[in-house]
């Protein structure tokens, strides 16, 4: 059972769903798995443009250039 602070956590997540009109909890999760996705692309990207100026190489790309301005 969640209490305290992850509690509050919870329901300030879900209830910034429901304000943006995402009442159902599955799209929620939809939603979340989303967002996790791109902050984990977006942490792999910075990690690679991070080794690339330590070792004084090109960074590798992990969206391709072009595709990434949608």
Do not use: C
């Amino acid at each position: 059972m969640l209490t305290g602070e992850l509690r509050n956590k919870v329901d300030q997540v879900w209830n910034a769903f429901w304000s943006g009109g995402i009442a159902n909890p599955i799209e929620a999760i939809e939603q979340i798995t989303y967002l996790h996705f791109l902050r984990a692309l977006d942490s792999n990207q910075t990690r690679e443009d991070n080794k690339a100026l330590r070792l004084k190489t090109q960074p590798v790309r992990l969206i391709p250039a072009g595709l990434d301005t949608q």
